[in-house]
């Protein structure tokens, strides 16, 4: 049985940093996070190979976000640098079975965690 469980989440100044993690059981998955703001659509974040060689982050969040993974921890991680009140949304990790570079559609992952809530203040 495939679980996500994320944490992390919380309530920051503008300019802070976070670090969400995802904690993946049942088995070792190319890896998502996407967002969803208040009112607004679900939007893919950032994403991750299954051995972390190669990454792919949406343009808003390229070099202030990075996602990496520990598969001996079966941990993924997104480190959240200089956020921003925009980046305000519930966060979701999410795991797909094959492996491919640069997946940022939702309906190509199979399995999602529960999310965890980032709130940016000004």
């Known amino acids: 049985q495939v679980q996500l469980v994320e944490s992390g989440g919380g309530l920051v100044q503008a300019g802070a940093s976070l670090r969400l993690s995802c904690v993946v059981s049942g088995g070792t998955f190319t890896m998502g996070w996407f967002r969803q703001a208040p009112g607004k659509e679900r939007e893919f974040v950032a994403t991750?190979?299954?051995?972390?060689?190669?990454?792919y982050y949406f343009d808003s969040v390229k070099g202030r976000f990075a996602i990496s993974r520990d598969n001996a921890k079966n941990t993924v991680y997104l480190q959240m640098n200089s956020l921003k009140p925009e980046d305000t949304a519930v966060y979701y990790c999410a795991a797909r079975f094959t492996t491919v570079a640069g997946c940022v559609a939702q309906d190509e992952y199979d399995y999602w965690g529960q999310g965890t809530q980032v709130t940016v203040s000004s």
């Open positions: 991750i190979i299954r051995n972390g060689g190669s990454t």
